[in-house]
């Protein structure tokens, strides 16, 4: 199993510019969360998906902040527009409801926003 | 609301010693615990959860836990240190088993030789 594939690993932009971060779940799995790593905040949860739906996108930050999933295979997290204090560890998980319930970790994207 | 305190940001043990990390919780509900431990640039890898029985849970690498309820309490555990285990460790709760993670802060383990 590849386990979940998250992309790019590094990303650098300036202030103002369109991030866009992508994760592909484990196949198979039906919940897909993100989740964001700061020295300030710790890893804080950002939104959460069950079957392509997202259930709770209460951590979202503000509106700069969207997050999609068209498909059981792959999801989006944009900022739109960037802000330095955008900077931070972006991790996705996924796991299968009902069977187990382990939530596997991508390697995460790390954002520096100039 | 829930939410997990990790005691010490940072631990320091020698090799072949005891590694005792301290986790505690607040819920309303029957927690779910976790602990994760990740490796320097890496993501997140579970060592071990509690749900439901047995409240001494086994992980991977040799680590364990203990859930005492009347402790709020999930304390991470490991007989004798390896070099290997130098990671930070997160301890975790959620309401509901495949629910959002909770996270604590982390703490910092080091090994010393």
């Known amino acids: 199993d590849a386990g979940v594939i998250q992309s790019p690993r590094h990303e650098v932009t300036e202030m103002g510019q369109e991030v866009t971060l992508r994760c592909k779940p484990i196949?198979?799995?039906?919940?897909l969360f993100w989740y964001r790593q700061t020295m300030m905040r710790g890893l804080e949860l950002l939104i959460y998906f069950n079957n392509n739906v997202p259930i709770d996108d209460s951590g979202m930050p503000e509106d700069r902040f969207s997050a999609k999933m068209p498909n059981a295979s792959f999801s989006t997290l944009k900022i739109q527009p960037s802000e330095p204090r955008d900077s931070a560890v972006y991790f996705c998980?996924?796991?299968?409801?009902?069977?187990?319930?382990?939530?596997?970790f991508g390697p995460g994207t790390r954002l520096t926003v100039l | 609301a829930q939410s997990v305190t990790q005691l010490g940001s940072h631990v320091s043990v020698s090799e072949g010693a005891l590694v005792l990390l301290r986790c505690n919780y607040s819920s309303s509900v029957p927690p779910y615990l976790f602990w994760y431990v990740q490796y320097p640039n890496q993501g997140l890898q579970l060592l071990l959860k509690y749900t439901t029985g047995a409240t001494l849970v086994k992980g991977i690498n040799g680590f364990e836990a203990e859930f005492k309820k009347s402790e709020t309490s999930f304390h991470l555990t490991k007989p004798s240190a390896h070099m290997s285990d130098a990671a930070e460790y997160f301890c975790a709760v959620s309401k509901n088993q495949g629910g959002k993670l909770i996270f604590g802060q982390g703490t910092e383990l080091s090994v010393k030789p």
């Open positions: 998980a996924s796991t299968k409801r009902g069977a187990g319930d382990t939530q596997y």
């Open positions: 196949s198979g799995h039906n919940s």
